[in-house]
């Protein structure tokens, strides 16, 4: 079975910055959507920034602007740049694979269309 993996969730004061990262298996990115998607204790699980195979990007309302989605598939790693972040920001974070028709756009809201899930790392923003 195909696992992702993330890295870099940690403990960071409100207004810092973190790069999260996960591994992504070569062959899925030229088919394959992308996404980052978290879970806040007692909340859903939501998506809040996606890529699909051609590149394009979607973000949530709540981190439109403070950050960004991207791949390099020489490194086979998917990352979420998080710039000023905020107390609300603290969440489980996962990455996922799947989504194979669907836009950026689309997928953001579809979360059952990915198959391919990380075991999620933890940020913890203070205030």
């Known amino acids: 079975e195909v696992q992702l993996l993330e890295s870099g969730g940690v403990s960071v004061q409100a207004g810092g910055s973190l790069r999260l990262s996960c591994a992504v298996p070569g062959y899925m990115y030229s088919v394959y959507g992308m996404g980052w998607f978290r879970q806040a204790p007692g909340k859903e699980r939501e998506g809040i920034a996606t890529?699909?195979?051609?590149?394009?990007?979607a973000y949530a309302d709540s981190v439109k602007g403070r950050f960004t989605i991207s791949k390099d598939n020489a490194k086979n790693t998917l990352y979420l740049q998080m710039n000023s972040l905020k107390f609300e920001d603290t969440a489980t974070y996962y990455c996922?694979?799947?989504?194979?028709?669907?836009?950026?756009?689309?997928?953001?809201?579809?979360?059952?269309?990915?198959?391919?899930w990380g075991q999620g790392t933890q940020v913890t923003v203070s205030s």
């Open positions: 996922a694979a799947g989504a194979v028709y669907l836009t950026a756009v689309q997928a953001l809201d579809r979360m059952g269309e990915f198959g391919y």
């Open positions: 890529i699909d195979s051609n590149g394009r990007t």
